[in-house]
C-alpha cells in the first residue's frame, strides 16, 4: 500500500497565477518531508523540506504546508513560471532513517 | 563533467544478457544510492553505499549486482533480468547517508528488457 500519495496525476495553471501541488501520507512516523522536481531527461534535484516540527516552509516562490492531523502537505508555487513545468515528487522520511519514500509524481504545467 | 553522471543513457538488453549501469559522481560524496522508477510507479530505493560498504539492500532480486569500487563510482550489473524489470535506473550521491535532502541524482538509465 502506497505510503505516499499524490493523487493528481497532472496539473494546468496559467502564467502568473499560484500552482498547488498535493500529497497525503498515511504513516504517522514520517517526520520530514521533501519535494523534488523533474525535469525529462533529468535527475530529480530537491525543491525545498519541511520538519514536522513545522507548518510552514518558505524558499522565494515556493512554500510547502504541513497538515500534521490531516497528514497532508501542500507545495505552492507564486507566481508560476512556465519554467516551472515539471514534475513535482513528495518525499516522506523517518528520524534519522536515511530512506524515502515517494510518491508518484505530478505533472505541473504552466501556460504562457 | 560536473554532478552525478549516469551510462549509458539508454539501454536495450534481452533476458539472456548480461550488461552493467555505472554511475559516476564528482561531488566529493560518500554515499551513493541506486533507485529503480517503473512506469506510474513511485521512486523505489534499490541500494545503498555509505563509504564503499552497501549498508541496504531493498529486497531486490539477485539478477541486480551492485558495486561500489570507490566512493566515486556505482554499478549496478544486470543478468538474466525479466520485462518488468524495465524502467528507469536512477543514481544518486549525497555527502553522507544522514543528508537526504542533499541527494543529487543523475539523469537516469532508461532500460528496456525485451
Known amino acids: 500500500d502506497q505510503q505516499v500519495k499524490q493523487n493528481s496525476p497532472s496539473l494546468s495553471v496559467q502564467e502568473g497565477r499560484i500552482s498547488i501541488l498535493n500529497c497525503d501520507y498515511t504513516n504517522s512516523m514520517f517526520d520530514y518531508f521533501l519535494w523534488y522536481k523533474k525535469y525529462p531527461a533529468e535527475g530529480p534535484t530537491f525543491l525545498i523540506s519541511i520538519s514536522s516540527i513545522k507548518d510552514k516552509n518558505e524558499d522565494g516562490r515556493f512554500t510547502v504546508f504541513l497538515n500534521k492531523s490531516a497528514k497532508h502537505l501542500s507545495l505552492h508555487i507564486v507566481p508560476s513560471q512556465p519554467g516551472d513545468s515539471a514534475v513535482y515528487f513528495c518525499?516522506?522520511?523517518?528520524?534519522?532513517?536515511?530512506?524515502?519514500?515517494f510518491g508518484k509524481g505530478t505533472l505541473l504545467t504552466v501556460n504562457p | 563533467e560536473t554532478g552525478v553522471t549516469q551510462t549509458p543513457r539508454h539501454l536495450v538488453m534481452g533476458m539472456t544478457n548480461k550488461k552493467s549501469l555505472k554511475c559516476e559522481q564528482h561531488?566529493?560524496?560518500?554515499?551513493m544510492y541506486w533507485y529503480k522508477q517503473s512506469a506510474k510507479k513511485p521512486l523505489e530505493l534499490m541500494f545503498v553505499y555509505s563509504l564503499e560498504e552497501r549498508v541496504e539492500n531493498n529486497s531486490v532480486p539477485s539478477r541486480f549486482s551492485p558495486e561500489c569500487p570507490n566512493s566515486s563510482h556505482l554499478f549496478l550489473h544486470l543478468h538474466t533480468l525479466q520485462p518488468e524489470d524495465s524502467a528507469l535506473y536512477l543514481c544518486?550521491?549525497?555527502?553522507?547517508?544522514?543528508?537526504?535532502?542533499?541527494?543529487?541524482f543523475g539523469p537516469g538509465t532508461r532500460l528496456t528488457v525485451l
Open positions: 561531488l566529493g560524496h560518500n554515499a
Open positions: 544518486a550521491s549525497s555527502p553522507l547517508i544522514q543528508n537526504v535532502d542533499e541527494q543529487f
Open positions: 518525499a516522506a522520511g523517518e528520524g534519522s532513517n536515511y530512506k524515502l519514500t
